[in-house]
């Protein structure tokens, strides 16, 4: 992409206003943070429910940026800047992308569906990489946003795209359809993903099928309503387990280990083996089939490059590793476009000042690889990157281009030497193609700890924080606590992705909690909301803010701070407004006035309270009088002291049940980490936190044999029972075991049988088909924290908390 000024205000239908600068446009952005962003950057400045680009346009022309699509120009930028002005942004984007998608006339296959969607698109990748050069949405880049970033990648040297749509509610789909264009069209299963945006299924149906409007072919399972709603002029090739009239019958015979599937297809019976059992992925493969038979490949190609079929890893990881160091763990992908997404990643959660990158060599950029690597080496210039380690033939032939770089013709000649790097204190960056099996990189270089997990979703994290933002008015300050090492998710890694959006606030309970984020890098101000007063010295030379809640502790705290020569050191005050567990009474104010007022050692930044019941409909007066309570004690404060602090006293369960309390900023807790008591409110917040082990062993025991500690499960019949490596010093409590709990083993329920013990537990697979080694999971999207809650008789809040510090925590984004 090489475009003129002129030809972006023609594409977009934009109004130019601003410092007149030519130039050359081969860069587009929505990301202020990105270290991509430079002189040749169109900044698109969209605008959302909880943010609006246009705040950090001054930011951006510090930078070096010059040129941005904007619905109106900020005043102190006015002179600075090409500004392109137009009524929408997001439609201005899409609009610039569907102008890239019209000059090229490559065949596009473009993918839509509730499930399955990525991995069709990875595994199509994979399958005709051979004989296609290849551009594709990298990772699940499905959405609104999304798909122009994807569909602007493409260049004159590709000559297949395979890129994919994901939509929530109705009228969307029409957008991406003009952006993509798709030539051949599949779709893939229909479930209940995001039903909440569409009346029915067959409304769903309906408005997926009109990324297809167009297309030449839809390749589908064979479903009355599909035939309905889809294009005439669309022609369908259609496969089934059932339908014999389907184009592609199939039938599934026994499997052990691999499925195999007798195909039928015109004159043709074909055999095909798929590596996996279950159905999602079987289904999958299928699709993956279907476009090969259109595509006319014979079939011995296909059952080879079908039985090569992997699972697919659409995450980026966060993993300690070895000396201190942080391992993001990208091994599974290596192309250009998904290159610039790991670094801005990088950027945003590096956790050491040292950034290191191990690279293979690059495929599918449909440039030359003199071309490639020198884009390679800016980007990676760009974004500052230490050192570099480069593995493959072809990327070490210009290892010349990168600065500190080394480099190595394959994996296993770098393992042979990698105890000589002396990795320590750094953020490593380790991204590969699948066959350069970078994954036993990060084997050598993760910390080892034991085989349970918990697993925490960054992507989830930020689509609870953004529901919870909307619920807000834009004036509204944000405060997200992150105590309890982020309710036992991790408290740093939370921390850093908070910071990422921009929130207003950090809360943690006691001052080395906050000790801990500052000394790691965090530089949003962290409130301490429990401070001991033998913390105060520490909590001051870390710069972080103590909740008062006592005359004694306020008297503490001016005394070191008096002893310091310190002016207007930030403190917050607690009203104790009817929780009664911290706060200033009533009765105080008088004496918290005298000891304030005039005082030049400390400034009041905030005042604050805390509900009792903000969760409880039927303590709704209760909580109504501690609103009251707090305005009038809070007013007669800053009144007397004639200053206008920063108010706040709802927490996760207030932000939803008493809007017009929300003052001047709210504290999110536990609604963060995809937790509510409200029903209704639950369906939008996303599960975070899936703690997972694996079968240790698994056994055989006849009728009357007994299990664990005291004999307290004594089987009936001939049983098979599984051991999972966790228990209650991991933070599973006793009282789950002995029949109430379970756990979830290949897609089924699997009761806990006999007591939990120190470090493990165990459960009854008679039923389920299992292998030692298999994944075991203990709670997430089944069951919940707030199920287990329940039947344990406590609340989500105990659950979270109380998964130990030896389990190790694994950051990933989708």
């Not at 839809?218 to 002029?233: G, M, R, T, Y």
């Not at 210009?398 to 030497?417: G, I, Q, R, W, Y």
């Not at 066959?435 to 993760?446: R, T």
Request: net charge neutral.
């Amino acid at each position: 992409m090489n475009l003129s000024i002129q030809n972006i205000e023609k594409i977009i239908q934009s109004k130019r206003f601003g410092k007149t600068i030519n130039g050359i446009i081969n860069h587009v952005s929505i990301d202020s943070r990105s270290l991509q962003n430079n002189n040749k950057t169109l900044f698109f400045a969209l605008v959302g429910p909880n943010n609006d680009g246009h705040k950090y346009i001054s930011e951006l022309i510090e930078k070096g940026v010059l040129n941005f699509v904007v619905t109106h120009v900020p005043k102190e930028s006015e002179t600075k800047a090409n500004f392109f002005v137009v009524e929408n942004t997001l439609d201005a984007l899409q609009q610039f992308a569907a102008h890239h998608r019209n000059q090229y006339r490559l065949p596009i296959i473009g993918l839509t569906g509730s499930n399955g969607k990525t991995i069709v698109k990875e595994w199509l990748n994979f399958l005709l990489s051979p004989d296609f050069n290849i551009v594709r949405s990298p990772k699940s880049y499905n959405s609104q946003v999304g798909v122009p970033l994807s569909v602007i990648s493409i260049n004159d040297k590709h000559d297949l795209g395979i890129f994919e749509a994901g939509i929530s509610k109705v009228n969307e789909m029409v957008k991406l359809e003009s952006i993509i264009k798709p030539t051949i069209g599949v779709l893939t299963s229909i479930g209940s993903a995001h039903d909440e945006g569409f009346a029915n299924t067959e409304e769903k149906i309906k408005e997926k099928l009109l990324l297809f409007k167009d297309s030449e072919l839809l390749i589908c399972q064979k479903n009355k309503l599909i035939d309905f709603h889809s294009s005439n002029k669309t022609k369908k090739f259609t496969w089934s387990f059932i339908d014999s009239d389907a184009d592609v019958f199939i039938v599934k015979k026994a499997f052990e280990g691999n499925a195999k599937l007798q195909i039928h297809y015109v004159q043709t019976d074909f055999e095909l083996e798929i590596p996996f059992q279950d159905e999602a992925s079987i289904e999958n493969a299928v699709s993956c089939m279907m476009v090969l038979l259109y595509l006319k490949y014979d079939i011995q190609t296909i059952q080879s490059r079908v039985s090569q079929l992997f699972p697919v890893e659409m995450r980026l990881k966060v993993k300690d590793g070895i000396n201190n160091t942080t391992l993001i763990d990208d091994s599974y992908s290596s192309d250009f476009h998904s290159l610039k997404i790991a670094l801005d990643f990088l950027e945003n959660q590096k956790q050491h000042e040292k950034k290191t990158l191990i690279l293979s060599d690059i495929f599918e950029s449909g440039l030359s690889n003199e071309e490639l690597y020198s884009k390679v080496s800016q980007l990676i210039t760009s974004n500052k990157i230490n050192r570099i380690i480069v593995i493959g033939e072809t990327i070490s032939k210009f290892e010349n281009k990168f600065n500190h770089c080394l480099s190595f013709k394959s994996t296993p000649e770098f393992l042979s030497v990698l105890d000589q790097f002396n990795f320590a204190n750094e953020t490593i960056l380790i991204k590969g193609a699948r066959h350069f099996h970078f994954e036993s990189i990060v084997s050598v270089l993760e910390e080892k700890t034991h085989e349970t997990v918990l697993e925490i979703n960054l992507n989830a994290i930020s689509n609870n924080l953004n529901f919870f933002k909307s619920k807000l008015k834009p004036t509204t300050k944000m405060m997200v606590m992150v105590k309890a090492f982020g309710y036992g998710n991790g408290g740093f890694e939370i921390a850093k992705l908070l910071e990422h959006h921009n929130v207003d606030y950090l809360g943690v309970a006691f001052a080395d909690e906050g000790i801990s984020l500052k000394n790691a890098g965090i530089k949003l101000p962290i409130m301490v909301l429990n401070p001991e007063s033998t913390s105060f010295l520490a909590i001051i030379q870390h710069q972080l803010e103590p909740e008062i809640y006592s005359l004694k502790g306020l008297k503490a705290f001016l005394k070191i701070a008096e002893q310091l020569k310190l002016n207007y050191f930030p403190i917050h005050i607690k009203f104790d407004t009817g929780m009664h567990r911290l706060g200033f009474e009533e009765e105080d104010l008088e004496g918290l006035i005298a000891i304030l007022k005039g005082n030049t050692s400390v400034a009041v930044k905030s005042i604050l309270s805390h509900m009792a019941t903000s969760d409880a409909i039927e303590h709704k007066a209760f909580a109504q009088s501690q609103i009251v309570l707090f305005e009038k004690l809070s007013s007669k404060l800053m009144t007397a002291l004639q200053i206008e602090p920063i108010r706040h006293i709802l927490n996760t369960s207030g932000i939803s049940n008493f809007p017009q309390a929300q003052y001047d900023m709210v504290r999110l807790g536990i609604g963060l980490y995809g937790v509510s008591n409200d029903s209704e409110e639950q369906k939008y917040l996303e599960n975070v936190g899936t703690l997972k082990s694996i079968i240790s062993q698994i056994r055989s025991i006849q009728a009357g044999e007994s299990v664990g500690y005291g004999r307290r499960f004594i089987a009936n019949k001939p049983s098979r029972i599984a051991t999972i490596p966790i228990g209650y010093a991991d933070g599973i409590s006793r009282l789950w075991g002995n029949g109430l709990g379970f756990v979830i083993i290949n897609n089924q329920s699997a009761t806990i049988i006999g007591s939990v013990c120190m470090d493990m537990l165990m459960v009854d697979v008679t039923q389920i088909n299992c292998n030692e080694g298999d994944s075991v999971i203990i709670f997430g999207e089944s069951p919940t924290v707030s199920f287990m809650a329940t039947q344990l008789q406590t609340i989500p809040y105990e659950i979270l908390t109380s998964i130990s510090q030896r389990v190790k925590r694994v950051f990933y984004r989708e």
